[in-house]
């Protein structure tokens, strides 16, 4: 059965930092994908990473804040939060899918969600 299990989400003030971590059970994927949801708002895609290489993509107003990583071998993928913004304030998750197809979706496999705060 797979799993895909966030943690590392929080209250932070703006400015800070959080690491979020997806760790995968059951297999590994192609790709990994992290995708946030705030109130009243559509899921938007966040940033991703190819199992296979360095290849990776971000939402250009995450672009140099954020990153996205792996360690192969405790199949987990990571994604740290640097100069946090109130805007950033989401659910944010964890998704995995076995295609070579686009970075950006689609995921077929997601995790719970982990919910990130940014105070002013």
């Known amino acids: 059965q797979v799993q895909l299990v966030e943690s590392g989400g929080g209250l932070v003030q703006a400015g800070g930092s959080l690491r979020l971590s997806c760790a995968a059970s059951g297999r590994t994927f192609i790709k990994y994908g992290w995708f946030r949801q705030a109130p009243g708002k559509e899921r938007e895609f966040v940033a991703a990473i190819r199992w296979s290489g360095d290849t990776t993509y971000y939402l250009d107003s995450v672009k140099g804040r954020f990153t996205i990583s792996k360690d192969n071998a405790k199949i987990t993928v990571y994604l740290q939060m640097n100069s946090l913004k109130p805007e950033d304030t989401a659910v944010y998750y964890c998704?995995?899918?076995?295609?070579?197809?686009?970075?950006?979706?689609?995921?077929?496999?997601w995790g719970q969600g982990t919910q990130v705060t940014v105070s002013t």
């Open positions: 998704a995995a899918d076995r295609s070579v197809w686009s970075l950006y979706g689609p995921y077929e496999y």
